[in-house]
């Protein structure tokens, strides 16, 4: 079989972000015995990745499709099984943009509070966050999720947007650190994003983790390699992938969709977290 992805991304942003290098290598890795592969289009909006779809259905050049990214009112999915194409989605708990889908759940929500919570244990009481698209649904799960988690610890917290790349993190943080409440600790929602976040502390003096603590979502090489090394949410993202092919596998073979809930992220600690400077 091969498993078709499509990636959505502005042409100014360079490159394959971390998480989808990482995701799709565990899939290759899962289908290399069986000669299968991942068929991969990058393109720059939904109309092109419709027109994808509808490609690979009338050629049969893909066997099933997973979907990633999804927003409110997400059509793809639908429109992949209106083309008679099994689809696996990569979701949270609770999505429901149409029944009977097969469902790869990432708990967001949970891995958050998760952060937030060991900020807290640090002793931070003003905890900044750079969050991804405000369009996509896991970013809304974990903006839900940051509000909660400070308000039940009675702590500030202060939020920049993004959009994944290393540059918005740089600019994300610089807002964050002029704010008059200034965050001792700041979350990322990816690594691209936390390394931007780290180059601006570098280039303007600020000390990590003693004035600044830095924690990167989905742990990858960027972290590793940073100086300091980024502390991180670490999920298996190579072993997500496989997790995806299993699950196509099962479709394929004509059994019913399921929900398979992935496991929560480990939190890696690093040389960017720390106690807060006294203050």
Same mark, same amino acid.
């Given at each position: 079989?091969?498993?078709?992805?499509?990636?959505?991304?502005?042409?100014?942003?360079?490159?394959?972000?971390?998480? +989808?290098?990482?995701?799709?290598?565990?899939?290759?890795?899962?289908?290399?015995?069986?000669?299968?592969?991942?068929?991969?289009?990058?393109?720059?909006?939904?109309?092109?990745?419709?027109?994808? +779809?509808?490609?690979?259905?009338?050629?049969?050049?893909?066997?099933?499709?997973?979907?990633?990214?999804?927003?409110?009112?997400?059509?793809?999915?639908?429109?992949?099984?209106?083309?008679?194409?099994?689809?696996?989605?990569?979701?949270?708990?609770?999505?429901?943009?149409?029944?009977?889908?097969?469902?790869?759940?990432?708990?967001?929500?949970?891995?958050?509070?998760?952060?937030?919570?060991?900020?807290?244990?640090?002793?931070?009481?003003?905890?900044?966050?750079?969050?991804?698209?405000?369009?996509?649904?896991?970013?809304?799960?974990?903006?839900?999720?940051?509000?909660?988690?400070?308000?039940?610890?009675?702590?500030?917290?202060?939020?920049?947007?993004?959009?994944?790349?290393?540059?918005?993190?740089?600019?994300?943080?610089?807002?964050?650190?002029?704010?008059?409440?200034?965050?001792?600790?700041?979350?990322?929602?990816?690594?691209?994003?936390?390394?931007?976040?780290?180059?601006?502390?570098?280039?303007?003096?600020?000390?990590?983790?003693?004035?600044?603590?830095?924690?990167?979502?989905?742990?990858?090489?960027?972290?590793?390699?940073?100086?300091?090394?980024?502390?991180?949410?670490?999920?298996?993202?190579?072993?997500?992938?496989?997790?995806?092919?299993?699950?196509?596998?099962?479709?394929?073979?004509?059994?019913?969709?399921?929900?398979?809930?992935?496991?929560?992220?480990?939190?890696?600690?690093?040389?960017?977290?720390?106690?807060?400077?006294?203050?």
């Amino acid at each position: 079989m091969s498993i078709g992805m499509v990636l959505r991304r502005s042409p100014h942003l360079p490159g394959v972000e971390p998480f +989808y290098s990482e995701f799709i290598a565990g899939m290759e890795d899962a289908l290399r015995d069986s000669g299968d592969s991942v068929v991969l289009h990058i393109v720059p909006g939904l109309e092109e990745e419709l027109e994808s +779809y509808r490609r690979w259905a009338a050629s049969g050049h893909v066997s099933a499709v997973v979907v990633r990214d999804i927003v409110a009112g997400d059509v793809r999915a639908e429109v992949l099984r209106g083309l008679g194409l099994p689809v696996l989605v990569l979701g949270d708990p609770g999505y429901t943009e149409g029944e009977g889908i097969a469902t790869l759940q990432v708990d967001n929500f949970g891995a958050m509070t998760q952060a937030v919570e060991f900020a807290v244990g640090l002793g931070h009481r003003v905890i900044g966050r750079v969050a991804g698209p405000a369009h996509l649904l896991h970013t809304g799960v974990r903006s839900r999720s940051f509000q909660e988690a400070v308000a039940a610890h009675d702590v500030i917290g202060l939020t920049a947007v993004g959009d994944y790349s290393e540059v918005s993190g740089s600019l994300a943080v610089e807002k964050l650190w002029r704010d008059p409440h200034r965050p001792t600790m700041i979350i990322f929602d990816n690594d691209a994003m936390a390394v931007g976040g780290l180059g601006f502390a570098i280039r303007n003096g600020v000390r990590v983790p003693d004035e600044l603590s830095m924690l990167a979502w989905d742990d990858s090489i960027l972290c590793r390699l940073s100086e300091p090394a980024l502390s991180a949410m670490r999920r298996d993202i190579h072993a997500l992938g496989a997790t995806a092919v299993d699950i196509v596998g099962e479709l394929l073979a004509g059994r019913s969709p399921v929900a398979r809930l992935a496991p929560l992220p480990r939190l890696i600690v690093r040389g960017t977290t720390g106690s807060p400077p006294r203050r």
